[in-house]
């Protein structure tokens, strides 16, 4: 029981000063752009059938596509615990050599070029 209050004090009192530190160290300089009801770089006041780029929602793509990744090998560790830890890690590693694969690919097809 004495462990669990000192831990709960130790997180309570830590949670406390990180919150005054933000509080205090923050620097609040309000500017136009961050007054506006958007901060995203388009003009609020304009038309809101603006071309949008194709690029922002290919590495919106490439996040999720990564980040599934990192979903999959979450349990990668315990997975190693099986009768049969080879093919677990063989397909591990097709997974990952094949998004790799998929990201030189967008690299030298020049699909993470913001420039044209």
């Known amino acids: ?3 669990i209050t000192f ?5 309570l009192t830590l ?3 990180l919150t005054l530190l933000n509080f205090w160290l923050a620097q609040t300089n309000p500017d136009s752009e ?3 009801p958007y901060e995203c770089g388009f003009d609020p006041l304009g038309s809101a059938r603006l071309p949008f780029s194709i690029r922002f929602f290919l590495v919106a793509i490439l996040f999720l596509l990564f980040d599934l990744e990192i979903a999959l090998l979450l349990p990668l560790p315990w997975a190693t615990q099986l009768q049969s ?5 063989i397909w ?4 990952i050599l094949l998004l790799t694969l998929g990201l030189i690919y967008e690299w030298i097809q020049g699909g993470l070029e913001w420039a044209e």
Not at 92 to 95: D, L, N, R
Request: proline share 4%.
């Open 85 to 89: 830890p080879i093919t677990t890690l």
């Open 1 to 3: 029981m004495n462990m």
């Open 7 to 11: 831990m709960i004090t130790l997180s």
């Open 92 to 95: 591990t590693f097709i997974i």
């Open 15 to 17: 949670s406390i000063i």
């Open 34 to 36: 961050k007054l506006s």
